[in-house]
C-alpha cells in the first residue's frame, strides 16, 4: 500500500479522539466511512450473490446443452432408421406392383387356358398375397 493512498483514503476517514477516563488516543472510524463500508458490504454480497447464480446458470446450460447433444444424436438415428425403413418400403412397393401385374396377366391368360391351369394360377395369387401379408 503507497503512502499516497494511505494519507489520502486512510486518514481522512479516520478520527483522532480522547477516551476520558484515559489520555491515550485511539483511532475510531468516521460515520460517513461506516456508513461507505456497509454499503460497499452490501454491494460486495450482492455481487458474490449475482456470481454464485451466473455460475449455477452456466452449469445448468451445460447440462441441457450435452442433453441437446444426446438428443441429437438419437435424433439421427432415427432419421436414418427412418430412411432405412423408407427404402424397404418402396422396395415392397415395387414388388406389390410387380406381382399384381404378373396376377393380372394370369388372371387374363386364365380365361383361355384349361381348368387345371387356372389352379396353378390360383396358387400362385394364393402365394403372392401370403408374401405381401408376411411382409405387412
Known amino acids: 500500500m503507497s503512502m499516497e493512498y494511505f494519507d489520502e483514503q486512510i ?3 479516520l478520527e483522532v479522539s480522547s477516551n476520558n477516563s484515559s489520555t491515550e488516543e485511539y ?3 468516521n460515520k460517513k466511512s461506516n456508513s461507505k463500508n456497509r454499503g460497499i458490504k452490501r454491494c460486495n454480497k450482492r455481487i458474490s450473490d449475482l456470481t454464485s447464480n451466473l455460475s449455477e446458470y452456466k452449469r445448468i446450460i451445460g447440462d441441457q446443452s450435452s442433453q ?3 438428443l441429437e444424436v438419437v435424433i439421427l438415428k432415427q432419421n436414418e432408421l427412418l430412411r ?3 427404402l424397404q418400403l418402396k422396395e415392397l412397393h415395387r ?3 410387380e406381382t399384381n401385374k404378373i396376377r393380372e396377366e394370369l388372371l387374363c391368360s ?3 387356358k384349361a381348368p387345371y ?7 400362385i ?7 405381401k401379408r408376411r411382409a405387412i
Do not use: G, T
Open 117 to 123: 391351369e387356372s389352379i396353378i394360377i390360383d396358387s
Open 11 to 13: 486518514l481522512p476517514s
Open 84 to 86: 432405412e425403413h423408407s
Open 68 to 70: 441437446i447433444k444426446s
Open 110 to 112: 386364365k380365361k383361355r
Open 125 to 131: 395369387s394364393n402365394v403372392a398375397s401370403e408374401a
Open 95 to 97: 414388388k406389390m406392383v
Open 27 to 29: 483511532l475510531r472510524p
